[in-house]
């Protein structure tokens, strides 16, 4: 496009050369001021283009100096292993898997770090329990009141109670901080058939509600009985409990599924530790898939004819063979008074309740 001066140029000389009359010198001087209305848009719109252009740089430099700022402060808030637990605390016991998982044992952790750091992150623990026939009868109560006392304390925490017959709950009070769910479920003959079912319903409930109520889960057998503090010390991706009567045997006399038939199979001369299935835990996608994994051998066992009075519990621990646990809660958390051995536990943080096998 010519410049305006060009044009103003070329339109004097056309002037004065030559003899137009007065009506084509008007339309000429039109045309030119439209040529020059023209120019000057043409330059607003650049400059206008321009700014849009700095305006848009300064706002994407922002949003990158924004996510640096978020990241650098998730980072520096991010609780790492080191912040809260000290093994060296308690050489006498095994404290750090071999694969650099912590063993949770009383005097190993800092609570004051933890309870900092979870309150701010505003969490909800759940808690699923069972209580069928004669145990809603005679444990569901007691483990009631004592979780009420000592689960989570100062915590938000659900309660997901599976009983048979709700009319025989007994009202417990609960804190501002807990809430107690009831769900029916269905009454088995058998207890072995009690157990399978477990895993498909805390399955089904995770999946339809449980996932979107609560950041972490436990499952917990309703023959035992809160005695301390059972607190976010336990939290952790995925939460396997040490048995008592295994934690200090060697592997090949741990309780396993030895026969090759089973989907729970583990040879011997192989394993970790050997968990007890009366407390496991973790986000609830992670037990989730603990529960898928335990239901899918329970039933191609059965297909196949293959029980064990240990069912659920050794297909619980053939999971945790192949998926390592994050953490793992010492025999202090699920103690038995009946053994004699208890230099090892200094603070009893669950117990199991007398057994009326009489009644059961």
């Known amino acids: ?29 039109i045309t030119l001021a439209c040529l020059q209305e023209r120019t000057m848009i043409s330059k607003d719109k650049i400059l206008l283009f321009l700014l849009f252009l700095l305006t848009l740089g300064l706002i994407i430099q922002e949003f990158v100096n924004r996510v640096d700022q978020l990241k650098t402060s998730h980072q520096s808030h991010t609780l ?21 998982a912590p063993i949770v044992w009383e005097g190993t952790y800092h609570k004051s770090v933890l309870e900092d750091y979870y309150k701010k992150k505003n969490i909800t623990v759940g808690l699923v329990v069972f209580a069928v026939g004669r145990y809603l009868d005679n444990y569901l109560e007691k483990f009631l009141s004592s979780a009420e006392k000592y689960f989570m304390t100062g915590h938000k925490s659900i309660f997901y109670i599976m009983v048979d017959d709700s009319s025989k709950l007994l009202w417990i009070e609960v804190t501002p901080f807990h809430t107690m769910k009831v769900f029916g479920i269905k009454q088995k003959k058998r207890w072995q058939s009690i157990k399978m079912m477990r895993m498909k319903i805390i399955e089904d409930h995770i999946v339809n509600h449980i996932q979107h109520e609560v950041d972490f889960l436990f499952c917990m057998d309703v023959d035992q009985a809160f005695e301390n503090y059972f607190g976010v ?3 952790g991706e995925s939460v396997a409990q040490l048995h008592a009567w295994f934690y200090k045997k060697n592997a090949n006399d741990f309780n396993y599924e030895r026969r090759l038939s089973s989907t729970a199979f583990i040879p011997f001369n192989m394993g970790d530790f050997y968990y007890h299935v009366a407390i496991f835990g973790g986000t609830p996608l992670q037990v989730l898939k603990l529960t898928q994994a ?9 297909k196949n004819g293959i029980e064990s009075l240990w069912h659920e ?3 619980l621990n053939k999971y945790f063979f192949l998926n390592k646990p ?11 008074f009946s053994l004699k051995d208890n230099s090892d536990i200094n603070i009893v943080k669950i117990s199991w309740q007398n057994k009326l096998y009489d009644f059961i």
């Open 1 to 29: 496009m010519p410049s305006a001066s060009f044009t103003s140029f070329t339109f004097c000389l056309f002037l004065g050369r030559s003899q137009t009359n007065s009506s084509t010198q008007k339309a000429l001087l």
């Open 80 to 100: 790492q292993l080191s912040d809260w637990f000290s093994p060296r605390r308690r050489p006498e016991v095994k404290t750090v898997t071999d694969w650099l």
């Open 233 to 235: 010390e336990t939290l």
């Open 294 to 302: 335990c239901n899918k051998g329970m039933l191609q066992d059965k």
């Open 313 to 315: 519990e050794r297909h």
């Open 326 to 336: 994050t953490k793992i809660l010492s025999p202090e958390y699920c103690w038995d």
